[in-house]
């Protein structure tokens, strides 16, 4: 009961100031100068968890940021996704062991 206790308070606090970190629309970036590169699209690749649930209960919040560089920001945002949700290594280094039949039976 008391690690409930604690993981719900932890939730309590660390949910909303992650909140803080999500994309949103932007209307004061408006030459491609200023647009979302790499680096953003990393950063909100990383926080698309919170982010989709946080653009559930508010119509300000976006999951991805619309005025970016293309390519780029696109590749940062799939790769901070990979990062975030485990990236699909972890059976890559598994090796499974065959089931041998005796023969002799």
């Known amino acids: ?3 409930i206790v604690v993981v719900a308070l932890l939730l309590v606090a ?3 100031a992650m909140s803080g970190c999500a994309p949103g629309p932007n209307e004061a970036i408006i030459d491609a100068q200023q647009a979302a590169g790499f680096w953003l699209g990393l950063w909100h690749g990383l926080v ?8 559930l209960f ?3 919040v976006n999951i991805y940021e619309v005025n970016n560089t293309g390519g780029w920001y696109n590749f940062g945002f799939v790769l901070g996704i990979i990062i975030a949700f485990g990236g699909g290594g972890k059976r890559s280094g598994r090796v499974r062991k065959r089931e041998t039949r005796d023969i002799r039976s």
């Open 1 to 3: 009961m008391k690690r």
């Open 14 to 16: 660390i949910v909303p």
């Open 48 to 55: 698309v968890a919170i982010t989709f649930v946080v653009s």
């Open 58 to 60: 508010s119509d300000s």
